[in-house]
DNA sequence: TCCTGCATTGTGAACGCTCACATATGACGG
DNA sequence: CCGTCATATGTGAGCGTTCACAATGCAGGA
C-alpha cells in the first residue's frame, strides 16, 4: 500500500479511502490512486485488514461434511444471502459428530475473528454444544431446535411430514408407516412428530417405528425389506429420499410394486427423484429462502436486536407417480 | 496474548511459544501459561498471525457452486488432504462462469493469502484464465487439461469412458450412442474422446454426438427421448449418472425397457445409482485419492519443484444391472 | 484583507502476532 | 571460582491495514 501512495503521491490514508471508496477524494485523485494500483498489481491484504478493524464481517458457518443434498444446498443459499448483507463466509465442515469435534470447528471459526456462527448441524450433540457453551458471539442453528437454541432457522419439518402423511391418508390409506432419519438428528425428529401428530389427528393407528435409517439409500433398502414383508404395509413415508429410493427398491426386489401395493413418499425432491420409476413424490423445502431468513437473522442480532426470530420455512408437497389409492 | 503473558509471569514471546509448541520451553512453565490460557478463554487471533508470518499455510480453492456430487467430493476429499498435511483450506464459489467471474474468485483468494490456487472447476474459460494469467503463485487446476495447465490432478476420464464403452461392446452391441456433458467442461470433453477412441479402436461406427447435456437428469431426459426414437440405438453411455437416470426415464416413457431393450451406462456411481431400477452400471471415481494427489502437488511445487506431476487416477466401472446383451 | 468553514489530504498510533536477536540462568569442567 | 556452553526466556521491530485526529488548501463573506 506504501508502495502505492508514494507511486500516485498521496499517503496510504488516500490509498486506503480509495480502496474503501470512501467520500472525500477528489476525482483525479483517486483515479490517479487507482492506476497505481493497476500498475503495481497491488492487492489488500485481508489479515491487516482484519486485524486493523474491529468488525470483520464474515460469518463463521459449520457444516456436517458428507455432502448431503439439504447442507449442501443451505451452504449455497447462506453464501448467496451473505454476499448480498456484505458480508463473508468461512466455512468448517466437523467430520467426526462429537461434542469436541464440534468444539474444535467453532475453534477453528472462531480464531478467523467470526462475528457469528452458523451451525448447519441439526444433531444433538451440536444442539447440546450450542446451548450449553456460550461463544460470546450469536449463534444460529439451521434446523434447530428453537425450544433449545433461541437463535434458530429452519424449514417446517413437523409440518412437512404432516403433509406427507396427511397426503397418503386422504388417498386412502388406513394408516402410515415412517421410516426415519438417524436418532439425534433434529430434522428427523421432528418430521417423525409431524407423521405421528397427523395420524393421531386423523384417530388411525401409529406404526411401529423403524429408526436405523441413516439417510442412505442402503439403510432406505434395509428398512424397505423389513417393511415388504408385511402385507399390512400399504403406505411408506420416508425421511429424505435417498431413503425413500431404497425402499422402492427393496419393495421392488421382494416383489411388491410401487404404487400399486405401496405409496411411497421421500423428503428433499432430488433433482433426480422426478426421473426414477416410479417419480417419487416429496416433500420440496426451499432452501434458498431457508438461506436468506438464517442470514436475515443473524444480521437482525448483529444489529442489536436481542432475540429476533423468525418463521419456519413453508415446505410443498411435489405429487408425482409413487403415492395412489390403496388397491 | 499480553494479559496471557502477565497472568502466566511471562513474555508475550514465550506464550507463543507454547502456543505453536515450540522447543525450549521448560514444561513447568508452558503449563503455568497453557492454565491462563484456559482460565482467561485466550483465543489467538488468525489474521495477526497471518500478518506477522509469511507464510499462511493456506490453499485457495474455488469451486463451480452448484453443488454438484463430483466437486463436492473432491472439495472434501481436498480438505481433508490438505489437514493432513498441516493447510487449511480457504474456498469460494463461483456463481457465473464468466471470465470476470473466475478473476473475482481468484481475486477474492489472493487477497486471503492464499499459498496456491486450486480450480475445482474444469471448464474452458477457467482453463483460458489459468493459462493466460499468472497469479504469481502455483495454480493447480482439477481435471484439466496437462497440455495447457501444466499444474492438473485428474481423474482418467478418457479411460473410464472407454471402459464404459468396452464393457459395452463386450456384451454384443454393434456400437454406443454417447450422450455428453455442456460443451466448455473438460470431463465432459475427455468422456467423449475416451469413447469415440474405443469405437475407434475397435472399427465401429462412431454415432452422432448428442450434446447439449448439461449434467442435469432433466437434459438426460431430453437427450433420451431422441434416443428411443430410434430403434437402432441399443446401447447408450452417459456423461454421468444423473442424465443417466432421465435416459432411462425417457426410455421407460417411451416403452423401450432397459436392459433388454437398450442398455445404459453412467459415470460418478451415485449413492442412489445402486438402488434405481434397473441398478445403474457406472463408472466410479476415487475422489479421496483424486484430493491426495492434488493436494501432494501443491506441496510439491511449493517445496521447489519445478513442474510436477503426478497420474491421471484411474477408475473402476462397477456393473450393475443397466447393462446387458442385445436382444 | 482576513477570517471562517468545508473539502481534501496527511500523520502516527494501534491492531495481535512472529521474527531475529539479546539476555539471563544453570550445569559443568578446569 | 571462573569461563563456557546450552537451555530458557525476554526485547523490540515490523507485518499492512484502519482509526482518530491534525493539517492543508481554497472559496466565499465580512
Redesign the interface.
Known sequence: MADVAARAGVSHQTVSRVLNDMPGVRAATAERVQQAIDELGY??????R??ASTRSRTIGVATW???Q?GP??VL?AL??AARQSGYRL??T?L?TMTEQGTRAAV?EL????VEAVVLVIPHETVLRFATEVDLGLPTLVVEGDLSRTPLTAGVDNVEGAAIATRHLLELGHTTVCHVAGPPGWSEARARVEGWRMELEAQGRPVPPLRWGGDW???S??EAGRSLARDPEVTAVFCAND?MA??V??AL?DAGRTVPDDVSVVGFDD???S????P?LTSVRQDFDELGRRAMGLVERVLAGEPRPSADLVPTTLVVRRSTAAPR
Open positions: 492487492r489488500r491484504n485481508l489479515s491487516a482484519l486485524l461434511g458428507n455432502s443434498f449442501q444446498q449455497l453464501d448467496d468461512v466455512t465442515t467430520r475453534e472462531l480464531e478467523q475473528g442412505s439409500p442402503r432406505g433398502y435417498q429410493m431404497g422402492i427398491a421392488r432430488l433433482p433426480e422426478a426421473y426414477i420409476d417419480p
